[in-house]
């Protein structure tokens, strides 16, 4: 199963991205029960999760967004969010959607944000 992220793209620092993440067709029949998450990975790092949402709408985040990233969900639409507020540098990287614990990896959306 393959999520695909979008919304990616070049932003400056401190401003605001919306990602966005549909789930295929084959498991739109099981969305709502699923953990879902997002991903990063940065040049040269290792992929690391950034924030789940559980099928409560339980939410979760590593520290370094905590306060400036929120994740959605609409089940309603199968779809999972992550709004990003004051980006910043370090936040440059491959975002990827995923259920937790990850499952095979869709295609990834590059966020870059300048300085």
């Known amino acids: 199963v393959q999520l695909q992220a979008s919304g990616g793209g070049l932003v400056q620092a401190g401003g605001p991205l919306r990602l966005t993440c549909a789930a295929p067709r084959a498991i739109t029949s099981v969305f709502s029960p699923l953990t879902l998450a997002w991903y990063r990975q940065a040049p040269g790092k290792q992929r690391e999760l950034v924030a789940t949402i559980s099928s409560a709408r339980d939410t979760n985040y590593v520290d370094s967004v905590k306060g400036r990233f929120t994740i959605s969900r609409d089940n309603s639409r199968k779809k999972v969010y992550l709004q990003m507020n004051s980006l910043g540098p370090e936040d440059t990287a491959v975002y990827y959607c995923?259920?937790?614990?990850?499952?095979?990896w869709g295609q990834g959306t590059q966020v870059t944000v300048s300085s």
């Open positions: 995923n259920v937790n614990p990850p499952s095979q």
